[in-house]
């Protein structure tokens, strides 16, 4: 039985590897997506023993909620599980804007709660930060949802550290959830000591950096054309980053384990981290990151990644 941890103040228990599933009915993000493979790797992730599931409106403008509600619904066991799900983005025609008002956030959970067939969110997010809301004024929308009982904590995503210093000015921020990996690690110089005073805890996105750091990469590797767009994909970047990764996979190699394994199991040593959610888009990967609660790091080797990917 995974021991659960604790979601910073709130009241949320989870197993520390969940699942980010915007490989769920995300048809607008990754193409020819099978539905029934998503529905898979969500049944097998609850079957093993995840408990926290995050999505969002914009993984398949609601599809990706509507698979889960399903999903959760024929397990039978929604009060054990933790759903995270997340809004701003608004179709007007065909153009995609960021609303943080409150009537549209009110708007929004309950659209969430119809599509996941459920009467309450455990963890509800501002996906992405709206030029013109006051922030505080939005998370307060949030806390009014929270009194009602229809979110259980609330989340803001992608906020820069005035926008969440201005969210959290009454001190209703659970959870925090912003780009976080060993290539990117520049949460650490102002959010990660403000949400640690603040016991807000901190989830990270993009863990494994786009497949990078899972170690399938090679100099040989054909490289697609948005990943060559991310920093650590760059031309020279990408070469020293392949050096970095080795390193790491004598580490794992003495472990018996994988590469992603080693590197997922260090962000759970960060004080601020209670959970992390990689994605996945097979069933197999599902299982492939749970191996992660077997990994143990002594303080060498905690050190000795941190020295590898220098912050």
């Not at 709660?113 to 013109?132: A, C, E, G, N, S």
């Not at 992608?158 to 959290?168: G, P, T, Y």
């Not at 901190?202 to 991310?230: D, H, M």
């Amino acid at each position: 039985m995974t021991k659960h941890t604790r979601i910073g103040k709130t009241d949320l228990f989870v197993n520390p590897i969940g699942l980010g599933t915007n490989a769920v009915g995300g048809h607008n993000l990754f193409p020819n997506l099978d539905e029934e493979a998503g529905r898979e790797l969500v049944r097998t992730g609850l079957a093993h023993g995840i408990n926290f599931l995050d999505t969002a409106y914009v993984y398949g403008l609601g599809r990706s909620e509507e698979i889960i509600g399903e999903v959760v619904k024929e397990s039978g066991n929604r009060s054990e599980i933790v759903i995270a799900s997340k809004a701003a983005h608004k179709l007007i025609g065909n153009e995609m804007v960021l609303d943080n008002s409150p009537a549209f956030l009110k708007q929004a959970v309950e659209e969430s709660l119809r599509k996941l067939q459920t009467d309450y969110i455990d963890l509800f997010y501002i996906h992405f930060p709206d030029q013109d809301t006051p922030k505080d004024e939005a998370v307060g929308a949030l806390k009014q949802l929270k009194d009602e009982g229809k979110i259980r904590a609330i989340g803001v995503s992608n906020f820069s550290i005035d926008q969440l210093k201005e969210a959290n000015k009454d001190g209703y921020v659970d959870v925090y959830q912003g780009e976080y990996n060993l290539l990117s690690r520049g949460a650490e110089r102002e959010i990660f000591p403000y949400v640690t005073d603040q016991q807000i805890s901190f989830v990270p996105f993009y863990p494994l950096a786009s497949g990078l750091l899972t170690g399938k990469y090679s100099r040989e590797t054909n490289i697609n054309e948005k990943n060559r767009k991310r920093p650590q994909f760059k031309e020279g970047v990408f070469e020293q980053n392949l050096q970095k990764i080795e390193q790491v996979r004598k580490i794992a190699s003495e472990k018996g384990a994988e590469i992603a394994q080693v590197i997922l199991a260090w962000y759970l040593y960060r004080p601020c981290i209670d959970v992390i959610i990689p994605g996945a888009k097979r069933a197999d990967q599902v299982l492939h990151n749970l191996k992660t609660l077997q990994i143990q790091l002594t303080t060498e080797e905690i050190q000795e990644i941190d020295r590898i990917f220098p912050s």
